[in-house]
């Protein structure tokens, strides 16, 4: 939540309350799978049980730094494109990826940790760095 504090002093409109709700559902999919799909997985199980479609695609989209419909079949996805567009979408994203074990992660650290499976050139690499220097940018300006 210091993101969302930083940002709301800056007076950057952004749902402190939805991005609370999304951090902390945002990994509920893996209840039932650690694969990439767990998005997806989590977003249904919302979905079943009527909760808002914000919260939904926060859920659905929080993987890297989005999906795009192109890549879906590269990661046996759904054909659908799964890439934050709001800020509170963006904003999950990225707090899920620096975070890793109570650690905060640089962005060169999660790029390499990405890079064991995926080459440096991937459009998924390349939309972590731009969401990165996005949020990162946000909150520079904001300090």
């Known amino acids: 939540m210091d993101i969302t504090r930083k940002l709301k002093a800056k007076r950057i409109a952004i749902d402190c309350d939805l991005v609370l709700a999304g951090a902390m559902l945002h990994d509920i999919g893996r209840s039932r799978s650690h694969k990439l799909d767990h998005g997806i997985i989590g977003g249904n199980l919302l979905r079943n049980k009527n909760f808002p479609k914000k919260l939904i695609t926060i859920v659905e989209n929080h993987i890297f730094a989005g999906i795009s419909k192109e890549e879906t079949k590269e990661f046996a996805l759904p054909y659908q494109d799964f890439l934050p ?41 390349q939309r972590v760095r731009s969401l990165h220097n996005e949020i990162e940018s946000l909150l520079a300006t904001s300090e």
Request: charge should be positive; hydrophobic fraction near 30%; charged fraction near 35%.
């Open 85 to 125: 567009k709001t800020l509170e979408e963006k904003v999950v994203a990225y707090a899920d990826n620096i975070s890793k074990n109570y650690k905060r992660l640089t962005t060169d650290q999660i790029i390499k940790r990405y890079t064991r499976h995926l080459d440096e050139t991937h459009p998924v690499i």
